[in-house]
C-alpha cells in the first residue's frame, strides 16, 4: 500500500483570537447597583467606572459573583485535542463550537514541546514536579513524538483512500493534532477558569494546570485585563478567586 | 399610629430596555461552519448572512443549538414580582441582577390588570381558559386590589417608621409590587423562554403562560427578531421550538 | 363586599423534609480515584470511606470540586415566598418544583419574625448589622404584620368570590406567604448555597444571609453533615469555601 | 532505541455500568403535583405510580421538563476518547469524573469497528449516509487501525522509558484509546442525551449520531427504561424530545 506525502506541520504554541466582546467594568457597576438603586443604575453605563474601583473591589472581596456575568468574549481558539480535553471539562457559563473529524479531514497539525518546557516529571499524583531534561532527551522526544505523529497521519490517510469515513479514520490519530473552536464565556466562568487553569504566586488556592492548558489560559487572561481593568485588578489582589 | 402617604403609582405594563446586544446570525454561521472549515470559518464575520439563510435554518430544523449561543442580551426589566418568579425559574444561560427589598426601600408601584386582560379562569388546572368579565367585575378587581396594595404599603412604612429593618417590614409586600432587574441571556436561552412563555399559533409544543410574563416575552421576542432576522423566521418557521 | 372569615395561620419558621438522598464520601472517593485506578476505584464503593479520609480533605483544599456531584438530596421545603425568591437565584445543579399560586388556592399561612430575630438594621448597604428590639417593638411588629397578612389574603378571598382567577387574584398577597417546593442538588452545589446563605466563625469568606434563608441553610446542613461526614468535617476546617 | 512489547487490546464495544440510581415515576409525580397539593403531594411517593400515567404523559406531551429532574443516575462507562469527546459536550446537568492521562499510565486498550459497522460515508456533510464494505476492506481497515494503535503505543512506551511526563509522552496516543468515567446525570438531561446521541424511527427530530456514541447512549437508554418505565414509555410515544 501506497503511503503518500502529507505537509506535516508542528507547533509548539496555542493561539487565541479575540472574536468579539461586549459589556467590562461598567456593566459590572451598573448590575450590581441595581440591588440599591433599581433604574437609576443605568447611569453608571455612560460614567467611568473608575471612580467606582472600591465598589468592584468590595464584589470580588465578598464573593458576590452575578454582576460579572452581564458581559461576554468570544475567543477563536486553536490548541491539541488534549488542551481541548481540559477545557471541554468547564460547563457552566461556557459554549463550544468546535472543528469536527467526522465532517472534515483534520489537516496534518500536530503539537511538539517547546524546548522550555520541563519534560520530566518527578513525585507522587497530587505533588508532581515537572523538571527540565537535557537538551538530548528533548531532541529525542521530539523525534519520537513527530515520528509517531507522521506515521499515524500516514495510516489516516491510507484510511481516507481506501474509502473508509472520516469518523472512523481518524480514530488512529493522535491527541497531539490540533483543533480549532469558538469558545464563548463571561467575566465569572473566565475567572473561574483562570483559577484552575494558570499558575500564579498570588493564588490563594494553588492550581497546577498542564503547562499547555495554562498557556491557553494565560493568553486569555491578558484578553480579560485589557477589557476588564478594575475587575482584573480586583481578582489578582484578592487571591484569584473567582466570585 | 399614623399611617403616613406615600405616592402609590400603579401601572399595567412592564418594560423591557435593551441594555447591550452582540452576536448575530453572522456568529451563529462562523461558529457552525467551524466544524468543516475551522479557521476560513472567521470569514463569516465579514459576509453577508443573508447568502447563507438555508444554514442556519439547517441548524434550527435538526435543533443544532449551540451556535445560537455565541452571542449576548442584556435587558433592564421592570415587571412585578409574581413575573420575576416565574422569570427566574429559567435557570440555564441566564444569569440575573436584582432590585433588593433587603438594600433599599421599595417604592409604592403596583401592578393592576389593564381591561382587555380576560381576568376569569374556567377549566381544571392543565386546561384552563381564561375569559374575559364585564366592565363593572373588572372595576371592583381594581378597587379591590389597589385597596390591599395601598393598605399593605402604609403597613411597609409603619414598620420602618418604628425601625424595623427592611428586610422584616417587607414581608407584608404584596408580589404585585414592582421590581427591576438586569437579564442577560443568548440567542439559544432566550428562544427556550420564547418557547415557553408566549403563546403562538405557530408554537408545535403549545404553551399557556401567564398573560404578564408573555407580555415581557413578547417585548424580547422583538428585540430578538430585530438582531437576528434569519434565526428569528427560522425559529418561527420550525414551530418555535428552542434548538 | 362581605369579607369571609379564613383560618389564618402564623409560623416563625420554615421546615426541611429530606425526601431521597444517595451518594456519599464513597462516590466522592471513587469518583476521585478514577483518575489514577480506572475501574479499579469502583471497589471504593465496597470499602469503608473512613480510611480514606485523607484524600477527601485533599480534594477539599486544592477545590477539586467534580468528584462532589455524583450524588443527590431531595428536600420537600416550605418557606415564606421572600426565602423561596432568594433561594431561586442558585441556578447550577439545582432542580426546584414548587406549589403554584396560578393552579391553586394559596393557604393564608404567614410568617412571622420568631422573638430572637434582631429586628432593627444598622449601618449603610454592604456592611448592616442587625440589632435587637425591645418587647414592645416586637409585639408591634407582630400585630402590623399579622393585621396586614390578614387583610390581604381577605382582599384576596374577594377577589375568588368575585370569580377572579387565582393567577390575578394572587397579585396582593405579601411575599411572607409561605410556599412549599422540592428542591434537589448534590453536594457540590449544597456546599455554594452553604457558602453564602449560613454565617459562621469558621467561613473563610464571610457572608451575611437574611435570617430567614439561613435558617433553612442550618437545617439543610444537618441533613449533609449526617450523609457526608468526611467530606462535611474537611468542608469546615478548609474554611467552608466550596470546591 | 529498544521497543517494548506491551499487552495490546483491542474491544469493539464500549461498556455501561450502573453505579447508582434514586427517584423514578413516583417522584416525577410528586414533584409534579406540589404545584396543585403541596404538602400532600408527598403521598405519591408511597403510591403506585402507574395509576397516575396520564399525568406524566401530560408534562411529557407539554414539555414541562423541570419533574424529571428529582431523581439521579450514575453510570460507570468505558469508551474511547473520540466517544467521550462528543459525551462531555453535554454540560448542563451531566457531572463527570474521567480516568487521567496526566496522573496515570494509560492501558493499551483501543476501540476497533465491529463487522457489522457500515465503514464507509457517502454524500455531503449534513446529508452523510454510511454504508458498508467488503470483507476484504473491513480486514485492511482493521489491520491499518490495530498497527497504528501499536505504533502510537510503543512511541509512547518509549518517552516513558525516557523519562518523559505521562501527560507529554501520551500526546502521540490515538483518541481511539479507551478511557473510563463517572457520569452522573437525571432523567430530564438523560433524555437530552438521547434524543441527541440515539437513531429512531419513532424521533420526531432525526438525529444522525455517531454509531460509537450511539451504542453508549442505548445502553444508557435500556437502564433509564427499567428505571422510569411510564416516563420512558412517554418519551417514545412523543417523538422522543426532551421535556
Redesign the interface.
Given at each position: 500500500m501506497e503511503i503518500s506525502n502529507s505537509l506535516v506541520r508542528f507547533s509548539e504554541h496555542s493561539t487565541v483570537?479575540l472574536?468579539?466582546?461586549?459589556?467590562g467594568d461598567d456593566?459590572v457597576l451598573?448590575?450590581?447597583l441595581?440591588?440599591?438603586?433599581?433604574?437609576a443604575s443605568?447611569a453608571m453605563?455612560e460614567e467611568d467606572a473608575e471612580g467606582s474601583e472600591g465598589r468592584i473591589r468590595?464584589l470580588m472581596k465578598?464573593?458576590h459573583g452575578?454582576?460579572f456575568?452581564?458581559?461576554?468574549f468570544?475567543f477563536?481558539i486553536?490548541a491539541?485535542?488534549?488542551v481541548f480535553?481540559e477545557f471541554?471539562?468547564h460547563?457552566?457559563g461556557?459554549?463550544?463550537?468546535?472543528?469536527?473529524?467526522?465532517?472534515?479531514q483534520l489537516?496534518p497539525h500536530?503539537?511538539i514541546?517547546p524546548m522550555e518546557?520541563p519534560?520530566?516529571?518527578e513525585g507522587k499524583?497530587?505533588a508532581?514536579v515537572?523538571v527540565p531534561?537535557d537538551k538530548q532527551?528533548y531532541m529525542?522526544?521530539i523525534a519520537?513524538?513527530t515520528?509517531?505523529?507522521r506515521?499515524?497521519y500516514k495510516?489516516?490517510e491510507?484510511?481516507l483512500e481506501?474509502?473508509?469515513?472520516?469518523?472512523?479514520a481518524?480514530?488512529?490519530?493522535?491527541?497531539?493534532i490540533f483543533s480549532?473552536?469558538?469558545a464563548?464565556c463571561?467575566a465569572r466562568s473566565l475567572m473561574a477558569f483562570l483559577s484552575?487553569r494558570t499558575e500564579s504566586e498570588r493564588a490563594l488556592?494553588?492550581?497546577t494546570p498542564?503547562k499547555e492548558i495554562a498557556e491557553v489560559a494565560d493568553k486569555i487572561e491578558q484578553l480579560f485585563a485589557e477589557a476588564f481593568p478594575i475587575t482584573y485588578k480586583a481578582f489578582c489582589d484578592y487571591g484569584r478567586v473567582c466570585p
Open positions: 483570537t472574536v468579539q466582546q461586549i459589556g456593566t451598573a448590575s450590581m441595581v440591588s440599591t438603586q433599581a433604574e443605568l453605563l468590595y465578598n464573593r452575578t454582576p456575568e452581564h458581559n461576554l468570544t477563536f486553536q491539541p485535542i488534549f480535553r471541554h471539562r460547563r457552566i461556557w459554549s463550544y463550537n468546535e472543528e469536527s473529524g467526522r465532517y472534515k489537516e500536530f503539537w514541546p518546557r519534560l520530566a516529571q499524583p497530587g508532581y515537572m531534561v532527551t529525542t522526544t519520537i513524538l515520528d509517531s505523529y506515521y499515524s495510516r489516516y491510507n484510511l481506501l474509502g473508509i469515513a472520516r469518523e472512523v481518524r480514530a488512529c490519530l493522535p491527541v497531539a480549532s473552536m469558538y464563548t463571561n484552575l488556592f494553588k492550581s498542564m
